[in-house]
């Protein structure tokens, strides 16, 4: 295989909340040339910081924090997931800075003049629009049962917890509908990474395209 062209690929991952989105997206970054970009790890540095915290408190009042002056994000979940309003006030707050920090992070690798990848592990890759930023689109698939198993258990959920939260976000349906291919987890993570690994060939092979022409301005959506 010929040396890939210099430029940026964006490759997003969809999935339902427990479906091993994200450890699919950290083996392609680890496999491919390029970074791992998560929101939630962006969400939790913001919220480490006390402009975030004040402003959240305008929005939402006062309750939300823990003895040491942190936020929980247990009380947060719980207010935010019970009212569409609340959640609609923390997603104004929260998401234009996710927004300029994953566009500052694409416009790094955009610079450096090499065969680029970047990995979006973002919850709300189809609602936000940031779909269209990417060459391609991989749906990590694995049944209700089995996300409700893994996602309470890695976030001491309550299954009401976890079908609140997958209300919040677009349904299956519609997520699979902008993936370029569809791949089961329902087995081991050595699975997971050998049925990923197939698919390499077909990401080292996307052809680049410059942020100017796929997200000209973070504070916009995607055209």
């Known amino acids: 295989m010929s040396k890939p062209p210099p430029g940026l690929r964006v490759i997003g991952v969809l999935g339902g909340i427990g479906s091993g989105k994200s450890t699919a997206a950290r083996i392609l970054a680890i496999s491919l040339p390029g970074l791992h970009l998560d929101a939630d790890s962006l969400v939790a540095e913001l919220l480490q910081k006390e402009s975030t915290r004040q402003a959240i408190e305008k929005a939402l009042g006062t309750g939300l924090r823990r003895a040491d002056g942190a936020l929980d994000r247990k009380k947060l979940g719980e207010r935010v997931f019970q009212d569409a309003d609340a959640l609609w006030e923390l997603e104004n707050i929260l998401h234009p800075a996710v927004r300029k920090s994953l566009h500052q992070s694409l416009e790094g690798l955009d610079n450096t003049g090499k065969p680029t990848w970047a990995v979006f592990d973002i919850p ?100």
């Open 124 to 223: 709300l890759l189809l609602e936000q629009g940031l779909y269209k930023v990417c060459d391609f689109c991989l749906f990590v698939d694995s049944p209700p049962q089995l996300r409700e198993s893994r996602a309470c258990a890695r976030h001491h959920w309550t299954p009401a917890e976890w079908a609140q939260r997958e209300l919040t976000q677009a349904s299956m349906d519609d997520k699979k509908s902008v993936a370029d291919a569809i791949l089961s987890n329902v087995g081991s993570p050595d699975r997971l990474e050998a049925d990923l690994r197939e698919l390499l060939p077909q990401l080292l092979a996307l052809l680049p395209r410059s942020l100017q022409e796929r997200w000209p301005d973070p504070l916009q959506s995607p055209e």
